[in-house]
């Protein structure tokens, strides 16, 4: 199985800021990666996929990126909304396998 | 605009058998995607279950893989999770999700349901 590590587990930070979450891959699954955020009691939404592309609907301040074993999730201005947990998920091969998730919240 | 919703017994005793069913609408389940159950055990990560594609392909997490069975019934444009001999540890929210790919074939899980709460009790 590909197990997949985030970083760091959890962030503190304040509204305006830019954050980056970090998340390994066991091994090489190019591009095949995906984020989702997930909010206290709700599902998960995808909010990238591709490893970079932007899901629609889904605000500009959200970018991905990385290849092969790393990849970076990150918002560039931090809003009310976007204090959650993120997920990142590998869809390379079976098993698909999420990393532990990150969670963000307000300094 | 699709939606899944997730249904089924919200209390299952230990070593009985977990159903749950998610009614698709909106959207033909036989006309492509895949369709998936990821769960997430109370104040934990997510873990996918298994996935079935339209061709009836079925793909299972190898840690659940002897006690799950993913089904589609297209007549009630719904599809099913069993999970046998059920323990506390499947305690979790039970989450039904609708996967994709673009036309560079990379993939992804678009659609969710809310998620349904099964505790496994006596």
Redesign the interface.
């Known amino acids: 199985?590909i197990q997949l590590t985030q970083s760091p587990s959890f962030l503190s930070a304040s509204v305006g800021d830019r954050v980056t979450i970090t998340c390994r891959a066991s091994q090489g699954i190019t591009?095949?990666l995906?984020w989702?955020q997930?909010k206290p009691g709700?599902?998960?939404?995808?909010l990238i996929?591709?490893a970079s592309?932007l899901?629609s609907g889904v605000p500009s301040r959200f970018s991905g990126s990385g290849s092969g074993t790393e990849f970076t999730l990150t918002i560039s201005s931090l809003q009310p909304e976007d204090f959650a947990t993120y997920?990142c998920?590998q869809?390379n091969s079976?098993?698909?396998?999420?990393?532990?998730?990150t969670r963000l919240e307000i300094k | 605009q699709v939606q899944l919703q997730e249904s089924g017994p919200g209390l299952v005793k230990p070593s009985e058998t977990l159903s749950l069913t998610c009614t698709v609408s909106g959207h033909y389940i036989d006309s492509g995607y895949y369709w998936?159950w990821?769960r997430q055990p109370p104040g934990k990560?997510?873990?996918?279950i298994g996935?079935i594609y339209h061709s009836g392909s079925t793909?299972?997490?190898?840690?659940l893989k002897s006690r799950v069975t993913i089904s589609v019934d297209t007549s009630k444009n719904q599809f099913s999770l069993k999970l046998s001999s059920v323990t506390a540890a499947d305690t979790a929210v039970y989450?039904c999700a609708r996967g994709g790919w673009?036309q560079?074939y990379?993939?992804?899980?678009?659609v969710?349901?809310?998620?349904t709460t099964v505790t496994v009790s006596s």
Do not use: C, H, V
């Open positions: 199985d591009t095949y995906a989702y997930q709700k599902a998960p939404k995808l996929y591709a592309t899901q997920y998920q869809l079976y098993p698909l396998t999420f990393g532990q998730g | 998936g990821i990560g997510l873990e996918w996935s793909y299972y997490n190898p840690s989450y673009d560079r990379y993939y992804y899980m678009d969710w349901g809310k998620g």
